[in-house]
């Protein structure tokens, strides 16, 4: 009884929030897990289900396991404005079912917080968990990998029905799931050039016998070949492996895809999502076509070629120990001249402090190159950044602090150097509005 009181005025409050335009509220996830506990366990739940976990990558592929399903004539709802806490799960499966708990979708995809997997996992149940890393993440809420790794392997046990999509070339997150059935998706040496293996390298020692271990190749921070000599552990067999890059394809088991972003850790975004597919029994030339149709969301990536500018827009976790650096290798890999501006702060509340060992784990090496004509810092802990870029070998000539992001667009030079804005994701809109006052200052200088 208590359930369908629940649910009853949960579907009525979801009604009016959604007709006076507050659709991305999960407040009422909340309170109906507060009156009724198990409430997401209860709740019908369409007949494709999809969930999608790790530290970084997770909001994008679940944007392209979503989008594609829709476009391929599925009613599908998913957790489209990033609410991969259990009171957004809550949310997304009202809004998947009638008043009467019948299922009004064909699917639903939710991405799940690693740290909430052990209460959303076994309560959603879903046919398919896709599991995009574990990476060294903010270190006052999710720790070290070795910590996410058994909160997650905890709650993977409690599912066994679940079907795990792993990619083989992380260390540590392929070993998830012993006991589930796991479909591993892995790839060749794609570039020559092996990764920068990083200040927090997460992967030295081998988990079976301790052992160092070597690597063949990096794409990027611990993602790659790897081997132990001493006990023979290496990446387990893949049943999709990603095999090269033509064009503005890849190739995946002799097929051909399309490519969405040129960036490394979409590709392995996209990799997962095509393996996700293939096992649901769309052909590879349906999948290729469907993939035509989806591009990276806004809040993650965005590019504006304007009057002979181009304007890269890279958004990433804050207060993340991986995400920066894999940002600033992507963009290192392209030798034009750059000017680049960093919009990364994450928003401190009274009551806390912000907490800036982060920096230290990131490459921010990787910026004391020729090409980086300028690097632009805003935000309210510039001289953090400052700091953490002359330690880095960066030529103090080119660092200019501009604490207010709104004005950062005043100190581009607008010559030949492309524009990178480098953002927090929770903050991605500001480095729209800089991108939009860049162009508007063009129009009024050319």
Not at 151 to 179: E, F
Not at 232 to 259: A, C, R
Request: glycine share 4%; aromatic share 12%.
């Amino acid at each position: 009884m208590r359930f369908w009181l629940v649910l009853f005025f949960a579907k009525i409050y979801v009604f009016f929030s959604e007709r006076f335009a507050k659709h991305k509220n999960d407040r009422i996830g909340v309170l109906a897990y507060k009156i009724c506990p198990d409430f997401l366990s209860k709740i019908a739940k369409p007949k494709t289900t999809v969930m999608v976990t790790g530290t970084n990558g997770k909001s994008t592929t679940t944007h392209m396991v979503a989008h594609i399903l829709m476009n391929s004539g599925h009613k599908t709802e998913y957790s489209y404005w990033g609410a991969n806490m259990l009171a957004g799960h809550i949310k997304t499966l009202l809004d998947c079912v009638t008043i009467f708990n019948k299922p009004k979708v064909d699917a639903c995809v939710l991405e799940a917080d690693e740290l909430v997997l052990e209460r959303s996992l076994s309560a959603f149940d879903p046919q398919y968990l896709l599991i995009t890393n574990i990476c060294r993440d903010s270190i006052r809420r999710n720790a070290y990998p070795d910590y996410i790794f058994e909160i997650m392997d905890q709650a993977i046990d409690t599912d066994r029905n679940t079907t795990l999509l792993l990619h083989s070339n992380d260390p540590i997150s392929s070993r998830l799931g012993r006991n589930n059935k796991r479909i591993f998706v892995g790839t060749d040496r794609i570039f020559q050039e092996s990764a920068h293996a990083g200040f927090s390298n997460e992967f030295l020692t081998c988990p079976e016998c301790n052992a160092p271990i070597e690597y063949e190749y990096r794409h990027y921070r611990h993602v790659g070949k790897y081997t132990c000599p001493n006990c023979g552990f290496t990446n387990y067999p893949s049943k999709y492996i990603w095999e090269d890059v033509q064009g503005d394809k890849l190739i995946l088991n002799g097929e051909s895809y399309h490519i969405i972003s040129d960036d490394i850790f979409n590709l392995y975004n996209e990799i997962m999502t095509i393996a996700l597919f293939r096992e649901m029994d769309y052909s590879p030339k349906k999948i290729d076509e469907l993939l035509k149709t989806v591009s990276i969301p806004e809040t993650r990536e965005g590019f504006d070629s304007y009057k002979g500018i181009d304007i890269y827009r890279k958004c990433g976790k804050g207060q993340n120990g991986t995400a920066p650096s894999i940002i600033f290798e992507s963009i290192m890999k392209n030798k034009n001249p750059k000017e680049l501006v960093l919009i990364m702060d994450a928003e401190i509340s009274a009551s806390s402090h912000a907490t800036m060992t982060w920096l230290y784990d990131n490459d921010f090496e990787l910026l004391a190159d020729d090409s980086v004509r300028k690097i632009i810092i805003t935000g309210d802990n510039t001289m953090d950044y400052m700091v953490r870029l002359l330690l880095a070998g960066v030529d103090e000539s080119k660092l200019i602090i501009c604490e207010d992001y709104k004005e950062a667009y005043k100190y581009l030079s607008l010559d030949d150097s492309d524009i990178y804005l480098i953002c927090d994701i929770d903050f991605y809109r500001w480095g729209i509005d800089v991108a939009n006052s860049t162009m508007k200052r063009l129009d009024g200088e050319r």
